[in-house]
T-cell receptor, first 111, second 112 residues
Framework: EPEVTQTPSHQVTQMGQEVILRCVPI?????FYWYRQILGQKVEFLVS????????KSEIFDDQFSVERPDGSNFTLKIRSTKLEDSAMYFC?????????FGQGTRLTVV | GEDVEQSLFLSVREGDSSVINCTYT??????LYWYKQEPGAGLQLLTY?????DMKQDQRLTVLLNKKDKHLSLRIADTQTGDSAIYFC????????????FGTGTKLQVIP
């Protein structure tokens, strides 16, 4: 069964460093998303991406964040100058007809 | 904006049925989903229902949608200890396949 894969599963970074979270969406999907879940809290939308551009973003997705689809398979989330409060589980998702399939997540720990 | 609410906790005995409820505010919701999240794991899509449907059954899972009251429920028949997890209700609005709005999650505890 096709699935969304994310790497790494766990990333530890020092405050102020840049991180890139990687995702490989399901191959025939057209819509891509990033979400985050701070420990014990609800899953929050960050950004959606369609046709090689951002289609919607939340207030969380400020200038610190960027997304890119550098080739036909990968979808990345870059967080510049990480802060302690960026520590969370980051989920990538993709969809074709509305049903969102999520990856297993990358747990980002900022120390 | 869209809002999705759920009760925080549900405890049931193994073998009983579980019913997890969800209310939402967006009347233009097109798809409504149930996701399962086990401790430390990702989000597993369990099932979804189109907004023009009232009910969907998939093995032990039954989804009921009352669009008038904006109420969604997930019934798990013969609940097993492996069903212990957090269950998220979520919806997506009309106007394109954009963001999914998640509920707060219901933690289901199954007592052996």
């Amino acid at each position: 069964e096709p699935e969304v894969t994310q790497t790494p599963s766990h990333q530890v970074t020092q405050m102020g460093q840049e991180v890139i979270l990687r995702c490989v969406p399901i191959s025939n999907h057209l819509y891509f998303y990033w979400y985050r879940q701070i420990l014990g809290q609800k899953v929050e939308f960050l950004v959606s991406f369609y046709n090689n551009e951002i289609s919607e973003k939340s207030e969380i997705f400020d200038d610190q964040f960027s997304v890119e689809r550098p080739d036909g398979s990968n979808f990345t989330l870059k967080i510049r100058s990480t802060k302690l409060e960026d520590s969370a589980m980051y989920f990538c998702a993709s969809s074709e007809l509305g049903e969102g399939f999520f990856g297993q997540g990358t747990r980002l720990t900022v120390v | 904006g869209e809002d999705v609410e759920q009760s925080l906790f549900l405890s049931v005995r193994e073998g009983d049925s579980s019913v997890i409820n969800c209310t939402y505010t967006d009347s233009s919701s097109t798809y409504l989903y149930w996701y399962k999240q086990e401790p430390g794991a990702g989000l597993q899509l369990l099932t979804y229902i189109f907004s023009n449907m009232d009910m969907k059954q998939d093995q032990r899972l039954t989804v009921l949608l009352n669009k008038k009251d904006k109420h969604l429920s997930l019934r798990i028949a013969d609940t097993q200890t492996g069903d212990s997890a957090i269950y998220f209700c979520a919806e997506i609005s009309a106007g394109g396949y954009q963001k999914v709005t998640f509920g707060t999650g219901t933690k289901l505890q199954v007592i052996p």
